[in-house]
């Protein structure tokens, strides 16, 4: 069959999201299309390439020799094509997800990126966790978020790739009447006997109620039992309000109404935050957006380990 003497870049948009995702459903989720098109698509490409693309099973979706061979030069084009489409202005926003409002690292680099790349449209979202976001970000809903990568499950990690940015020190979230409260920083073993909140239950967040688990293991804290599930800051603190038990948190929370906020030390614990997106992810400002989290992670020593810090083993190892 005679080379075809053009490609619609809709195709190759077909081929590129099951090639990463090796699975048509969720290729179809992330491109908002019906799986029967998407499929046809994809035979469409087969046809006019006259070539085999993928195996597939019951079970499974695999590349071909051929779909390997054709995987970098889909990248290369569709990269051209965003970026020939951003220099007249028609390129779709960069969608990062802040996690919440108050997430300091994070906004500090999406607002660094946007003075990196002025021409382009980088969009603020808030998914409230690294885990849900994890499930916009493999279906092509977000681009981009912010989390303890290492808290993930391992079968989201294999699907995502990261950056890390910075060891956020953590912190605690006392009522003002807490024994604790006037203390300038609190250690580790004074907590021993309370009942820490830390998002138990909620499905978006269990990568911080794991980090939690580890810090407090063998040190006599309980992590509180699940809360109903608050959706926005003002229900948060007035479900906080009611439960009254201290809140682990990081140095940059947000001021709590009735709350003080107080360092953790003996040992500094930190929270491992990387830039987390969908592997293959192209856009023309998402160098823009892993420039600014590098620029930021050594002007401001973000990653300087602390001293006395404590960071869980399985996240030092996942880097």
Same mark, same amino acid.
């Given at each position: ?17 099951v090639a ?49 061979r054709l ?8 990269e ?32 660094r =990126?946007?003075? %990196?790349?002025?021409? +382009?449209? *980088?969009? !603020?979202?808030?998914?409230?966790? &690294?885990?849900?976001? $994890?499930? /916009? ?33 953590? =912190?605690?979230? %006392?009522?003002?009447? +807490?024994? *604790?409260? !006037?203390?300038?920083?609190?250690? &580790?073993?004074?907590? $021993?006997? /309370? ?7 909620n ?21 509180a ?9 003002e ?9 009254r ?21 003996d ?7 990387s830039l ?10 998402f ?9 930021l ?23």
């Amino acid at each position: 069959m005679p080379a075809p003497s053009h490609l619609d870049p809709r195709l190759l948009r077909a081929f590129l999201a099951v090639a990463e995702e090796l699975h048509f459903t969720r290729a179809a989720i992330r491109l908002y299309v019906a799986q029967q098109a998407l499929s046809r698509d994809v035979r469409r490409l087969e046809r006019e390439l006259g070539a085999e693309l993928f195996v597939r099973s019951t079970r499974q979706v695999t590349l071909t020799a051929d779909g390997e061979r054709l995987l970098p030069y889909a990248r290369r084009v569709l990269e051209a094509q965003d970026e020939l489409l951003g220099a007249f202005g028609q390129t779709r926003p960069l969608l990062v997800d802040l996690n919440y409002r108050g997430a300091v690292t994070a906004r500090r680099v999406l607002h660094r =990126a946007r003075e %990196l790349a002025p021409e +382009h449209e *980088l969009m !603020a979202r808030y998914e409230s966790g &690294l885990t849900g976001a $994890a499930e /916009e970000l493999l279906a092509g809903r977000l681009d981009a978020s912010f989390g303890r990568y290492a808290g993930l499950d391992p079968v989201l990690r294999g699907r995502l790739e990261h950056q890390l940015v910075r060891y956020e020190p953590m =912190a605690v979230v %006392l009522p003002q009447d +807490h024994r *604790l409260a !006037a203390l300038e920083a609190v250690p &580790l073993a004074a907590l $021993a006997g /309370e009942t820490v909140y830390a998002g138990a239950g909620n499905p978006r967040t269990p990568e911080w109620t794991d980090l939690a688990r580890l810090l407090f293991e063998g040190r006599g804290i309980e992590i509180a039992p699940p809360a109903p599930l608050a959706v926005g800051e003002e229900e948060f603190e007035r479900i906080m309000s009611k439960m009254r038990n201290p809140i682990l948190a990081v140095v940059d929370f947000p001021a709590m109404p009735g709350r003080v906020l107080r360092p953790l030390i003996d040992p500094v614990p930190a929270s491992p935050v990387s830039l987390v997106w969908r592997k293959g992810l192209t856009h023309p400002a998402f160098d823009a957006l892993r420039r600014a989290a590098r620029e930021l992670s050594v002007g401001e020593g973000w990653l300087r380990w602390p001293a006395g810090g404590w960071v869980p083993a399985v996240d030092a190892e996942t880097g």
